[in-house]
T-cell receptor
Framework: DQQVKQNSPSLSVQEGRISILNCDYT??????FLWYKKYPAEGPTFLIS?????DKNEDGRFTVFLNKSAKHLSLHIVPSQPGDSAVYFC????????????FGTGTRLTVIP | ETGVTQSPTHLIKTRGQQVTLRCSSQ?????VSWYQQALGQGPQFIFQ???????GRGNFPPRFSGLQFPNYSSELNVNALELDDSALYLC??????????????FGPGTRLTVL
């Protein structure tokens, strides 16, 4: 049973425009959410996170939004750059203090120069 | 500071065999987690070790086992391999495990193919 879902397997965006990647979750016990980026032949790299007590967290070109009532989060990348082309995974951790991650299936972002 | 490394990069085994995958954590990281990523899926949590003891386990059978050593290295062992065990196996290290903010740093993975 997939508790974290990324329903768009792929997304293509023009360089300089905004990329919006979406993620939904079903488990109300999740209270910390993360985005990881993965290049081919490399492991996932932590990008940005958000606690359930916030609705927005920003780090440079990357902003994550959390809508708890809808159990939905999104990652905005502005402006998108060709180097952002990668697979993006949404992940969540449950309440209780553990840091084991529940991942979505990933969205492949392609930024077209 | 060195990153997380894994060996081997690729491995081919036949059904019923046993396999050992290795991981070297970042220095000072007492926690190591292992994940299985099947083709087209996100990584799935297998188990976690903290200071050489299993600290948590996902929905994987007992034929998946692990070891963690004092020198920040660890192993994932899989017995009686099945075709569905074919996947990318990722290890991740972190300073601790008690806080969600304990960021996990991933290695590049070992690609296991079971024929």
């Amino acid at each position: 049973d997939q508790q974290v879902k990324q329903n768009s397997p792929s997304l293509s965006v023009q360089e300089g425009r905004i990329s919006i990647l979406n993620c939904d979750y079903t488990n109300s016990m999740f209270d910390y959410f993360l985005w990881y980026k993965k290049y081919p032949a490399e492991g996932p790299t932590f990008l940005i996170s958000i606690s359930s007590i916030k609705d927005k967290n920003e780090d440079g070109r990357f902003t994550v939004f959390l809508n708890k009532s809808a159990k939905h989060l999104s990652l905005h990348i502005v402006p998108s750059q060709p180097g952002d082309s990668a697979v993006y995974f949404c992940a969540a951790t449950p309440k209780g203090g553990a840091n084991n991650l529940f991942f979505g299936t990933g969205t492949r972002l392609t930024v077209i120069p | 500071e060195t990153g997380v490394t894994q060996s081997p990069t690729h491995l081919i085994k036949t059904r019923g065999q046993q396999v050992t995958l290795r991981c070297s954590s970042q220095s000072g990281h007492n926690t190591v987690s292992w994940y299985q990523q099947a083709l087209g899926q996100g990584p799935q949590f297998i188990f976690q070790y903290y200071r050489e003891e299993e600290n948590g386990r996902g929905n994987f059978p007992p034929r998946f086992s692990g070891l963690q050593f004092p020198n920040y290295s660890s192993e994932l062992n899989v017995n009686a391999l099945e075709l569905d065990d074919s996947a990318l196996y990722l290890c991740a290290s972190s300073l601790g495990w008690r806080k969600a903010t304990d960021t996990q740093y991933f290695g590049p993975g070992t690609r296991l193919t079971v024929l």
